[in-house]
């Protein structure tokens, strides 16, 4: 009989019994304590480590060890992509060294390594995904390799078994988290406060995939914001992104695609550019119905060490699915209602508008006179105003403010008391217009913003009229006695630009019987129909010559409805303002 033969008979009855010892291990920390004690009885060993390696990656995950150092790190991913014993751990072979020259893993980049002097090799279906060290053989003897062969092929059967068996025990408890997830997402769904759902919903997901921290970002117009943040910044989130610098939740908002990414340092589809955050683990889902995508949920790390897996995708992909429908209905109520209080606003704002209009037209001896306001929006830009003075004549003033809407609404609001506080001065219009100006250019008015406005003065005993003008419409003049139209030239920058603008006072206008001025805004000559004509000032003209002998008033309804019936279904892109005086 050979020396291995009999070395062979030698060990074949406790090959049993080691081998009835390793696969009679229900679960892999079960296995872990008997291979501790197999190595040591039968390896002479009494370190050893068993990992694992990432597929595609490049590094290990300790599984078990009770070597000094690595120990501290069960079930964490270390680097392994460089250096001897990543070398001979990834050829598949077993190696075996008796001097000092054993193969080092660099593990924690300290220039510490971590040494084994022997490696066997897990192999399942003709695939290393593993390996056992032995750290601390003293020395390999033939029957000491026959058990290190031994135990390390009988480790890595038991170590699948053990794996398949308690992969199958967490799929049945994976369905139990699932349906809880499911039960707990469907009664969050109730209400329609968004912060509240926004809240249970990051509660359930977390709780469902033990994720550590997570966010739910919200497009909001054509941006990504944080509505929700649980730990997760939304700087971290955003620099997480492809090579092409796209950040990860904004392709999957985009495209309504989610996508897992189990280990983000060893990932070369993805990168972190992020160097006081650790990323190890993401999930990204998106939240989308039927009309269209909603935003996104984050999930980063577990709190159990561990990659997220594909269960942990489908199950949020679940909980996102149930929630993006209750999502929608809560961000429209929110919308809803937003819209309900800005239309409550704009009522109390359009009706400090309109209480700022006069009421009446005022009544002044020989003149007729009369104003008509009509906003594009329930606020607007435009303005008129009668004012009468001390000194028995009557003011009248037109006003344009740049844009419309309740941004010029209440700019004209100032522009108007500041004017009505100057008037009180006995200044004469040029001082008026400038003290006016200098007041909106420095004070009042935004870089950009900018109001247009005619001040005219009637002296009713003599039914002159003079003017200054500021960057508005000239007024039309309407003479009687030759059915004449004239527009005077003067005209002056628009207030708000030039704080040491001048504004002349214009020629003075005489008026006779039945001659007519009408101050108006540029929005009646930019009305247009459904053609996209302007209604223009020759029709404006025309209308007003056509109604000439009617009353003020009556002059102002006959040119809306000559507006109405050319403009037809199209709205008013522009506040609209007509004010005649008529010469009795």
């Known amino acids: 009989m050979t020396t291995t033969d009999a070395t062979i008979t030698d060990i074949l ?3 049993q019994a080691c081998l009835l010892r390793l696969y009679g291990a229900l679960t892999t920390a079960r296995l872990f304590e008997v291979l501790v004690e197999t190595c040591r009885d039968f390896a002479a060993s009494e370190h050893v480590s068993l990992l694992t390696f990432q597929r595609h990656g490049r590094r290990a995950r300790v599984r078990f060890s009770n070597h000094p150092r690595l120990c501290l790190f069960t079930d964490h991913l270390l680097p392994f992509d460089a250096g001897p014993l990543s070398a001979a751990l990834r050829s598949g072979a077993a190696l075996d060294v008796t001097d000092d020259d054993a193969p080092a893993w660099d593990a924690f980049g300290d220039g510490r390594p971590v040494c084994a002097r022997s490696i066997r090799p897990l192999v399942f279906d003709n695939e290393v995904y593993g390996a056992l060290l032995f750290h601390d053989v003293v020395e390999v003897t033939d029957q000491a390799r026959l058990w290190l062969d031994l135990i390390g092929e009988a480790a890595g059967l038991a170590l699948m078994k053990c794996e398949i068996d308690e992969e199958r025990a967490r799929q049945v408890v994976d369905n139990r988290v699932r349906l809880a997830a499911i039960t707990r997402m469907g009664r969050a769904l109730n209400g329609l406060d968004l912060e509240v759902l926004l809240q249970r ?13 997570g966010s739910i970002v919200l497009a909001r117009g054509d941006r990504l914001e944080t509505a929700v943040e649980w730990g997760l910044d939304h700087a971290v989130a955003e620099s997480l992104m492809y090579a092409s610098g796209v950040p990860v939740m904004q392709e999957v908002y985009d495209t309504k695609l989610p996508i897992l990414i189990a280990d983000a340092q060893a990932s070369s589809k993805v990168q972190a550019n992020r160097d006081d955050v650790s990323v190890e683990s993401y999930v990204c889902i998106p939240l989308h119905t039927e009309r269209g995508a909603l935003g996104v949920l984050n999930v980063v790390n577990s709190t159990s060490g561990r990659a997220f897996g594909d269960r942990d ?272």
């Open 313 to 584: 995708m489908d199950l949020l992909l679940t909980i996102c699915n149930l929630a993006s429908a209750a999502l929608e209905n809560a961000l429209l109520h929110e919308e809803a209602v937003a819209k309900e209080r800005m239309d409550t606003q704009l009522d109390i704002a359009s009706g400090i508008q309109k209480s700022l209009l006069p009421e009446v037209a005022p009544s002044v001896p020989g003149l007729d006179i009369a104003g008509w306001n009509h906003p594009c929006e329930m606020v607007g830009g435009d303005y008129f105003d009668f004012v009468q003075l001390d000194d028995g004549r009557t003011a009248v003033v037109v006003g344009d403010v740049s844009g419309h809407g309740i941004g010029p609404a209440f700019l004209m609001s100032s522009a108007r008391a500041a004017l009505r506080s100057l008037i009180t001065c006995e200044i004469g219009p040029e001082q008026i217009m400038e003290h006016l100006n200098r007041l909106l250019t420095n004070q009042v008015l935004p870089v950009g913003t900018f109001i247009t406005m005619i001040f005219a003065v009637l002296e009713p005993d003599s039914r002159e009229l003079v003017f200054t003008n500021a960057g508005h419409p000239p007024p039309i003049v309407f003479s009687a006695a030759n059915l004449s139209i004239r527009e005077p030239e003067e005209r002056g920058m628009v207030l708000g630009v030039d704080a040491d603008m001048a504004y002349p006072e214009s020629n003075p206008i005489q008026l006779a019987a039945g001659d007519l001025v009408a101050f108006y805004t540029d929005g009646i000559l930019d009305a247009t129909n459904e053609d996209g004509e302007w209604f223009g000032k020759e029709r404006l003209t025309k209308a007003i010559m056509a109604n000439r002998e009617l009353p003020a008033r009556n002059m102002i309804d006959a040119v809306r409805a000559e507006m109405s019936v050319f403009c037809g279904k199209k709205p008013p892109p522009d506040d609209l303002t007509l004010v005649l005086v008529k010469a009795l």
């Open 13 to 15: 009855g406790p090959v």
């Open 201 to 213: 919903m990051m509660d359930v997901a977390l709780s469902a995939v033990n994720g550590q921290v």
